[in-house]
């Protein structure tokens, strides 16, 4: 598998991709986004280079983008409350689009932000509506001479009356003095010509304008004793009636707006189809199979893999009395599409007469969402599944039917720590490889996924201890990466459920606790013969970083000998003099020795070496202790240092011991663009510079042992 095969996929997807690690203050709160990767979709999507984006801090990006304004709290996640997902929906004005973001933690400390534009989705489901009418009807039996005999069906509270006080009534005292004549003759008519009569009222019920169809049967089968009367309530009917040409206008934007093909078909003959408007799909296929025609037969309008199946389909409409919605993939042109059909019964009379039908091309949305599905699912460095997954197969197999169930978890030591020293993209090279070994020994059936930076887990069906410990030396036996910079140690753990009442999130703890014991073990010889060969590759870009890292070294050792610390402190102090500047390691040769001043963007990228070695240290398990020294000996005793801006106490002892011993070095040496200072300008330069940049009290120790080291 091709190193750079994921990273294909990624940037030849729709939808912007962005990974980041999350950036912690010293409360250990999350604060701030660091940008790990992206692809050129999401560059383009919040209008700023790719290059500008890579390295740098989310909340800079987001105030610098011209036209994609979401907030850091839109995709930083809340350990508290999102439960490592978030997923909204977000209007951006200067666009005039909806986005989904979509943002989710892989593992701690990392997170991977989807972004897709859904305004076709939001318009569409704006775009439902529905339309209800009803009509409450009045059935009364009049005898010849105009009186109600009796209330057939109905009811007449509409007009504010009991329908016993009408009975015996003139059906004429029902309504309006100007309505009672137009009745009379309709009645008469009715009486005469045996003929049905009918006339639309108007009158006031409880001050409400309403319109009655007034209907008189008059057919000779009904006695002349005993004619019917239909009175219906059309207010409705009328107000659409009067509407009826913005009703009709409306529908019509509809059809012109929507972007599927319609069609009708007659429930008695669904041979025969007719188009109300085409899509692009249904129009290359009907000019493949006809010339022009306004109504043709079904087989003109699909291939015919599709007739059977929509011959199922509208005879299930039709016996359901249901809408229903399909999709099938086809060919048209050697390229497969995938038409999504709907088909809604239309009714006329509460007869079902028409089908009507759409069709869509969904093609690209149903790619977008495996597109989708993929990010949310595999580690998008790896290809590998993701924790998440890792986690939910836990679930999924822990029954009878998968036992003996085996999970057996590589840690891979060394990877993080590249990533910290060189970069992400070697860090990334060598878990890309470390993940080919392994899926390259599991059938497809397997599980393997990311589960943490450095660590890889595999869940086993149906396998035994036994299988397990031989897929383990044969997984030790082909791990042979040897093209590092650093020393990989590859650590392999396992457990096995054989019984349904173990716990298998028990194992699973286990497995991590060993791990943890193990790398305790190893840790410190692994991790010190790494930081060799770290600095080591820091000295070869630089003998005036070898030089002064020396010397810090050695003035750390004094000041501490002086302050009174054990002989072990004094060492450690010592030792972090010596790596002070190990995150220049990642820095370029040009600028660590450039003859010149720097400009400023060179100096910002200096300064990112506190951060970058506090990373590289943070990654070894003997180490990570001594990593917030490394961190802070920039800081200002004022509170104007870098990175954190912290103060006084706040500063660690050790790291206020770095900040003199490097300054005083860097005053006393010599650089091609200043002239060095003498030792005892520099002295005063401490002095001068006590409690506002350096810690008073590593100052007083110093300017009084100095002339130990150095002579004047």
Known sequence: MESHFYKDIINTMKLAVLGSNVIYDQKGEQIDLEVLDLNVNFAELIGIPYKDILGNKMSTILDQSPIFNIKLSDILLDPKNDLNKKDIEKFIPKQNKWFRLKTYSTEEGLQITTIIDISDEVKERDEKMLMYFAIDDIVLAIDKNLKIKNIVIGKINEMDKQDNKYVGKNILDLFPEDSSGKLLLAIMKALKSNKDQTI?????????????????????IIPMDKKIVRIEDITEIKLLSEEKKDVEQMLNNVFESSEDAMFMLDVKDVNNVFYIKNNDYDKDLMEKNIEKSRINKLYNFFNEEQVETFYEKIHLCINSDSRILYEGEFELDNKKKIIQTCLTPIYKNNMLVYILGTRKDITEKRKMEEQLKYTEQRDLITGLYNRSFFEDGLKEYDNNVYLPLTIIMADIEGIKMTSNAFGYGEGYILLKKTANIISELLDSSKIIARIGEERIGIILTNTT???????????????????????????LVYGTKNEINENLLDIVNDLQTSIKKQRLYTGKKHGDYSLQVILKALFEKSKREFDHSNRVSDICKLIAEEMQFSPEDINMIGYCGLVHDIGKVSISEHILNKQSKLNEDEFTIIKTHCEKGYRILSSTTVFSDIAKYILYHHERWDGTGYPNQIAGD???????????ADAFDAMIEERPYKKNLTILEAIDELKNNSGTQFAPDVV???????????KQ
Do not use: C, M
């Open 200 to 220: 639309d009222v108007k009158f006031n019920v409880s001050d409400n304008e309403k319109w009655y169809r007034i209907s008189i049967q008059g057919s000779e």
């Open 465 to 491: 201890s036994e299988e397990a410990e031989i897929f383990i030396k044969k997984i030790k036996d082909s791990f042979k990466i040897n093209d590092t910079r650093i020393p990989l140690l590859l650590t």
């Open 700 to 710: 007083n120790v110093f300017v009084k042992n100095y002339h130990k080291l150095f």
């Open 650 to 660: 706040e500063i660690p002892i050790p790291a206020r011991i770095i900040g003199v």
